[in-house]
């Protein structure tokens, strides 16, 4: 593990003072599951801190550099700070394979949850290069990977809210209102996963994961438009 922590030191790059703090990012709770005496916890604790950390490097670089309104900075944050955006960086980097995953997580195909452990990966990254070396480093980082995609994302419009955009067609298209339900709920408090539904009169038109309520709306807002095809 010791090469595999250096490679990805020369990837991000950054190399850590104290290596637990990157190892134990890069560890799932599955994997201790398997390995009870694994000296370092899992990486939910960082992947909590991590989230502060990104968020609030993020809305400070926008908050100084745009004079738009409270609205266009919300979702210009939340196009780079999104599920999608993290394992955009996760792929970036390779972070998957560099992993500590039980054997049956390793094998598992199901895309959707192994995407969401990946991204919650790179939060817990972020949070352990913030408590081996502080703002700086981490902002080097969040720079390189998260805020150098923001042209891109306003160029091609990846901000709009696709809760309103689908509300918008959907009452122009078929006269409804979608609503949602939350329809799974787990994890520990600090790291909850929700699986909401969105529909559109008694049918249910998609399904969306993510860390928070809004996050996992917007996710099935997203995939209602795409099932819909009305991109």
Do not use: C
């Amino acid at each position: 593990m010791q090469n595999k922590i250096a490679e990805l030191e020369n990837i991000i790059p950054y190399s850590f003072k104290n290596k637990d703090l990157l190892l134990e990012a890069l560890t799932h709770r599955s994997f201790i599951n398997e390995n009870r005496n694994f000296k370092l916890d899992h990486n939910e604790r960082l992947e909590f801190l991590g989230d502060a950390v990104l968020e609030l490097i993020v809305t400070e670089y926008i908050f100084k550099n745009y004079p738009n309104p409270e609205g266009d900075l919300t979702n210009w944050r939340a196009a780079l700070v999104n599920s999608t955006s993290l394992q955009e960086v996760a792929e970036k980097i390779g972070l998957e394979n560099f992993m500590q995953l039980s054997k049956g997580e390793r094998q598992d195909t199901n895309s959707k949850a192994r995407g969401s452990i990946i991204a919650d990966a790179v939060e817990a990254l972020i949070g352990a290069i913030y408590l081996d070396a502080g703002y700086t480093e981490s902002k080097k980082f969040i720079d390189k990977y998260f805020i150098a995609r923001l042209n891109y994302i306003l160029e091609n419009n990846l901000f709009e809210d696709p809760k309103s955009k689908f509300q918008e067609l959907s009452q122009e298209k078929e006269g409804a209102t979608p609503y949602y339900k939350v329809l799974e709920e787990s994890g520990p408090d600090h790291a909850k996963k929700f699986i909401i539904g969105v529909y559109l009169d008694k049918e249910m038109i998609a399904t969306g994961e993510g860390s928070s309520k809004q996050e996992a709306q917007v996710n099935a807002a997203t995939a209602a438009i795409n099932k819909k095809n009305w991109n």
